[in-house]
């Protein structure tokens, strides 16, 4: 097999050589399912790491580089904002509480949490195989759970809606009026980034906080 993995245990034999070129992927007819499967795997992961070294070459370039990182990003044919919101995540996650065994979507979605929540949603996510989309179904709900609650408490004391969370988390309950249109806007770059469209929106309040 050619590319980043010849030379490996599961390489292609004479025949099977797998073209990867810039467009997409080639696969040779009559490719052994095993072959294929391995395949998919590694793209995978490579997929995976890419996301996370990407995150960590900008942080990389913003403490040190100063304003010059943003005119060499410029020279390549990375989107910044994608670049920005892998970077704030791959921040919240240092090297060593990155889990292998899951996707760098499934830590996006959990990013804007603290530790300890980080911890047991992804813990929980490992435990049960949940799926990027299932582990944002119950980060939802469980969020909601807990603004409705501290909410409550919150117009008990005349805090109009603001409850204090936990670890000095303050939780806002807000309501957009939005045209369908900018709803559509946004969806489809929280889509881009892989992200919920509840984690991207924390992740543009933030952006758009440093940036004054």
């Known amino acids: 097999m050619s590319g980043p993995w010849a030379g490996t245990p599961a390489a292609a034999g004479p025949g099977e050589t797998v073209v990867v070129p810039g467009r997409g992927l080639q696969l040779p007819r009559g490719l052994p399912f095993e072959r294929w499967l391995w395949i998919g795997r590694?793209?995978?992961a490579v997929s995976t790491?890419?996301?996370w070294c990407l995150g960590d070459w900008l942080a990389f370039g913003e403490r040190a580089y100063a304003g010059r990182y943003r005119q060499a990003i410029e020279q390549t044919s990375l989107d910044?904002?994608?670049?920005?919101n892998y970077a704030w995540?791959?921040?919240?996650?240092?090297?060593?509480r990155r889990r292998d065994t899951l996707s760098f979507?499934?830590?996006?979605?959990?990013?804007?949490?603290t530790g300890p929540e980080q911890d047991f949603w992804l813990r929980k996510a490992e435990e049960h195989k949940w799926a990027v989309k299932r582990l944002r179904q119950e980060v939802s709900a469980s969020l909601a759970e807990r603004s409705a609650g501290q909410y409550g408490q919150a117009r008990r004391?005349?805090?109009?809606?603001?409850?204090?969370?936990e670890h000095g988390w303050v939780v806002l309950r807000l309501q957009l009026r939005?045209?369908?249109g900018?709803?559509?806007?946004?969806?489809?770059?929280?889509?881009?980034?892989?992200?919920?469209?509840?984690?991207?929106?924390?992740?543009?309040?933030?952006h758009a906080a440093q940036a004054n």
Not at 105 to 113: D, K, T
């Open 178 to 180: 939005i045209s369908a």
């Open 42 to 44: 590694q793209l995978s």
């Open 105 to 113: 979507g499934h830590h996006a979605e959990v990013a804007a949490l």
């Open 182 to 206: 900018l709803l559509e806007t946004c969806q489809a770059a929280a889509d881009k980034a892989s992200l919920g469209i509840e984690a991207w929106m924390v992740i543009a309040l933030e």
């Open 80 to 84: 910044y904002q994608t670049l920005r």
């Open 49 to 51: 790491s890419a996301a």
């Open 89 to 96: 995540v791959a921040r919240r996650f240092g090297l060593s």
């Open 157 to 165: 004391h005349d805090r109009a809606g603001q409850g204090q969370g």
